[in-house]
């Protein structure tokens, strides 16, 4: 697979990060060939875990297309580490703007760089008992149906049996020694949406279509059937139908 350029400050972090996590954690890496050779894409992942990103950024950065992470706009003006971030090509979401397609406008542009643009759909650690994905937040569908680009989906488990979600240092058991597992799935098909007004229905059926094929690539690392329903959906969004609430409503609107 070509090495796109991936920038000295992400090869630095790689010189710190890359020999602990060699040493601390075996890996079970798969579909590897499911991340796009070429071009612009997403990556939409699980997060149940504060250390899900390193365990998934040392996938991804071995198969040489290296992932772009969102970042609040307002932290890259914070001196040191907003100099961090632009080193790292961490991507702003400006939060503050009133209009929602607007807000990842620095994803989209990254998009059609050719970069991979990482999405944690649910915002968040998971908030579900047994740690499945909870219903997510459409930003990811919102960039993919303005892009067309392919949305890789992620499933990554293990790291939270060293570090449990929202669980602090003390809690961190580094022995014996656990397993790291991530798996990259083939494209979603999103073709359905495509030319569709992105109303709130449709960019939550979407997202449901995104994180129903996360989360069946979890039940493949986990060795578990899929739950009937995830933390926070609607009965119809388990169906697959999608669904709306205020929230929503509110804050995501409509692309323009």
Known sequence: MPRHRIGFWYRLAAVFVKPPLVILFKRDWRGMENVPAHGGFITAINHNSYLDPLAYAHFQYNTGRVPRFLAKSSLFKVPVIGRFFHGLQLIPV?????????AFRAAVGAIEKGECVAFYPEGTLTRDPDQWPMRAKTGAARVALLTKAPVIPVAQWGAN???????????????????FKVVAGPPVDLSAFYGQEPTVEVLRAATETIMAAVTELLAE??????????RGQSKDAAEGLGSVDRTDRKTEGNAT
């Open 94 to 102: 400006y939060r503050e703007s009133t209009d929602a397609a607007n």
């Open 221 to 230: 690392l986990r060795e578990e059937p899929v739950p009937a329903q995830r």
């Open 161 to 179: 049996d060293v570090l449990p979600p929202y669980a602090g240092v003390k809690k961190l058991r580094l022995f014996p020694r656990k397993t």
